[in-house]
Nanobody
Framework: EVSMVESGGGFVQPGASLRLSCEAS????????MSWLRKVPGKGLEWVSG????????NYADSVKGRFTISRDNAKNTVYLEMNNLKPEDTATYYC?????????WGQGTQVTVSS
């Protein structure tokens, strides 16, 4: 019943922007903090950004601070990641997750490729 559906990934050139979306269903979305994480093959999972359940608190990894913006629309059960000035090192599979201790839900991932 729980579903986390990501979209918005793609292949772009350095300096471009993308907006990732993660639409959730099957649970009380507004009760969960949301995060974005990314994975590069051969490397560990990297936390990218997080947002509190109400949206009033946000945090970012140093590598994306100033370029990425996380937001959420609880009326639409959706969390977003606006990515600006994309760099080749941002290439990864991006996952959203929902956290309400002790429960964690994961999306299926969406691919972002940044290359000239």
């Amino acid at each position: 019943e729980v579903s986390m559906v990501e979209s918005g990934g793609g292949f772009v050139q350095p300096g471009a922007s993308l907006r990732l979306s993660c639409e959730a269903s099957g649970f009380s979305f507004s009760s969960y903090a949301m995060s974005w994480l990314r994975k590069v093959p051969g490397k560990g999972l990297e936390w990218v950004s997080g947002i509190s359940n109400s949206g009033n608190v946000t945090n970012y990894a140093d590598s994306v601070k100033g370029r990425f913006t996380i937001s959420r629309d609880n009326a639409k059960n959706t969390v977003y990641l606006e990515m600006n000035n994309l760099k080749p090192e941002d290439t990864a599979t991006y996952y959203c997750n929902a956290v309400k201790v002790p429960t964690i839900y994961w999306g299926q991932g969406t691919q972002v490729t940044v290359s000239s």
